[in-house]
């Protein structure tokens, strides 16, 4: 058999198997460069796959040879491909762009358990994506979230450990909902599988039991993706998790859990859930919006750089399931392509904070002044993934905005309102990017103590490798802001499939 | 409600009242370990909703015995993922209760209200 058709089991296979290696290998800097390895080999998996998903196919896998229903399979489509991207590329991002800083905030000789989490993080985040099957799902979100867990606590700050702390509680409920959910469904049609699962509910659609189904997939999805008021663990988690855990989160996380939750209500229940529409409308629609406003609104009084863009994801999310909530296919591959661009920009941003967190110890805004003059590639690329953040045109942040505010339109007046809110939101952002990059350019910088050691030291351009990565990341926010192709296929054969079951 | 449809369903009712059990203890405690323990409570719920759903009356292990003819068996699958999800519970609590040692070294408390006049 040819490797290229088991490419969607070593995708998650990879990360898993080198997770326990890393921590046996001697001497331990060689962890970071297996993590790398796997990483990049993982993206450039994702890659190929993404080739062939473009190229027409849907890669099928059984696992054992045991065929679907009866076994678990795997199925790589345009959504799960342009997820996979995103994951594999926000790891491999993060892990490279974060060398010096994992050396700053990480003790050498927990490094190779560091990494051994970060693995497990990916292999969970990816096998989320690469199956079509309800309860493998829940193993890999827990795997996903056990890891990350571990990750956000090996932050510095002692209030990492309470931010983990309240994202385990709620992370867990979120899950367990999940896991009631998909309960009722097995009650009812005795699958597991997705597409099973879409075939067999129609026949039962009359029971109460699926709506409540709905629901609890829904919420518990909902608390996992920080949907505005169930978002309360996030900002705390991304401000005091280790920079480079930040850069991974915040470009994937979240946006993995949108994933499930949109298959799962599309694929599977909107055939047979009379409240799929309302759903969508009454309950994930104006909780986007608000998500929206509020959100932006607590961003732009931020203190801390950090908390800021934490909060900024916050309203990411409700563009996200904004477009979605939509229920057409514009509206959807808006926010398929906004979960690209996000990403990109997210992660750019991210990882410029990692690299100013290598020269000031003290992350608020103010305490930053003038940082563009001894570091102007960093403040260079945080002023790029700002852009991106708002839509300016010419970045990648602006297609997707585009794309939603044209979908937004076809609803009518409606529509129009919501427009406005986009708009609003988008004006906020301006105010809260703009805060820091007027700090970061135009104060006189103010002489700190940056060392522990209490002598002054000059300030200088972060460690070349990182600047490096950091400046990639937000070239391509501009090559994807001009040239959006790859993405957007992806995003519209992915917003296809999801309109297509409602048939 | 009838007695017969309260009894009929009577380990779901049992699910449903661990679950707000162990769902009000995650809200309502303010120590830590009982936050835990009420997480706990929660998650063996929906064990319970799982087994449940898969005992059939009279049903036998689902092995093959030489002599029996039809045996009625109960549906192996939710206890098999029931298994995975007893593993995935035991693994959140013991992070969770590293988390709280952790917290308790750094803090040396484990009250959430202590806690948050603490930063």
Not at chain 1, 117 to 131: D, N
Not at chain 1, 263 to 271: G, I, T
Not at chain 2, 99 to 119: C, M, Q, W
Request: charged content about 10%.
């Amino acid at each position: 058999m040819d490797i290229e058709s088991h490419l969607p089991i070593l995708q998650v296979i990879i990360p898993l198997l080198f997770s326990p290696l890393v921590v046996l290998l001697q001497p331990r800097g060689l962890a970071w460069v297996a993590t790398t390895a796997v990483c990049i080999l993982s993206f450039a998996i994702a890659i190929n796959m993404a080739i062939l998903v473009l190229g027409g196919q849907t890669l099928e896998y059984e696992l054992g040879g045991w065929q679907p229903p009866f076994g678990i399979a795997l199925r790589i489509d345009a959504i799960s491909s342009l997820l996979l991207l995103i994951v594999t590329g926000a790891a491999t991002a993060a892990v490279l762009g974060c060398r010096e800083s994992l050396n700053q905030q990480i003790e050498s000789h927990r490094q190779p358990l560091f990494f051994a989490a970060w693995l497990l993080l990916l292999a969970g985040l990816v096998g989320m994506v690469v199956t079509a099957d309800a309860f493998n799902i829940f193993v890999f979100m827990e795997i996903s979230s056990l890891a990350g867990y571990i990750l956000i606590a090996g932050g510095p700050d002692r209030r990492a450990l309470l931010a983990v702390f309240k994202y385990l509680i709620m992370g867990t409920i979120g899950a367990t909902f999940y896991l009631i959910g998909v309960g009722l469904v097995y009650m009812m049609t005795g699958t597991l599988n997705l597409d099973d699962m879409a075939r067999l509910l129609p026949g039962v659609a009359d029971q109460t039991t699926i709506p409540f189904a709905a629901a609890f997939i829904t919420v518990g999805l909902a608390l996992k993706a920080a949907m505005f008021p169930l978002h309360v663990w996030l900002p705390n988690a991304y401000t005091h998790a280790p920079h480079a855990v930040t850069v991974f989160m915040a470009a994937c996380g979240t946006k993995v859990a949108v994933y499930v939750l949109l298959r799962f209500d599309f694929v599977v229940f909107q055939s047979a859930d009379l409240y799929h529409g309302l759903q969508f409308s009454l309950f994930l629609m104006p909780f986007a919006l608000l998500g929206i406003v509020v959100a932006s609104a607590v961003a732009m009084f931020e203190g801390q750089i950090k908390r800021m863009l934490a909060f900024s994801s916050v309203a990411q999310v409700g563009y996200i399931l904004l477009g979605a909530s939509l229920l057409t296919q514009d509206g959807l591959t808006a926010s398929f392509a906004h979960m690209f661009n996000h990403a990109l920009a997210k992660s750019t941003l991210f990882l410029s904070i990692a690299c100013l967190g290598m020269r000031f110890m003290d992350l608020r805004i103010d305490q930053l002044s003038g940082a563009a003059k001894s570091m102007p590639f960093t403040a260079a690329a945080f002023l790029i993934g700002g852009l991106s953040l708002i839509g300016v045109p010419g970045t990648a942040g602006f297609i997707s905005k585009w794309l939603l505010i044209e979908a937004l339109m076809e609803q009518g007046e409606q529509g129009l309102l919501m427009v406005g809110i986009v708009l609003l939101s988008s004006l906020m952002a301006v105010v809260y990017i703009w805060r820091t990059v007027e700090v970061l350019y135009f104060r006189t910088p103010v002489q700190q103590d940056t060392t522990q050691q209490g002598s002054e030291v000059v300030l200088s351009e972060a460690p070349a490798l990182m600047v490096g990565v950091t400046l990639l990341m937000a070239a391509l926010n501009i090559v994807f802001g001009v040239m959006p192709d790859v993405p957007l296929s992806l995003a519209e054969a992915a917003a296809e499939i999801l309109s297509g079951a409602r048939q | 409600m009838t007695l017969d449809a309260f009894l009929g369903h009577f380990n779901y009712w049992v699910f449903a009242i661990l679950l707000m059990i162990g769902f009000y203890a995650v809200i309502a405690k303010g120590n830590l370990i009982k936050k835990l323990v009420g997480l706990s409570i929660f998650q063996s719920a929906v064990f319970l909703m799982y087994i449940s759903m898969s005992k059939v009356e009279g049903g036998t292990a689902p092995i093959l015995q030489a002599g029996a003819v039809d045996p009625i068996y109960s549906n192996p699958l939710p206890q098999v993922l029931i298994l995975t999800a007893i593993v995935v519970g035991v693994a959140t609590l013991s992070l969770g209760l590293a988390i709280v040692v952790r917290i308790n070294e750094r803090y040396g408390s484990i009250e959430e209200r202590e806690l948050l006049d603490a930063d």
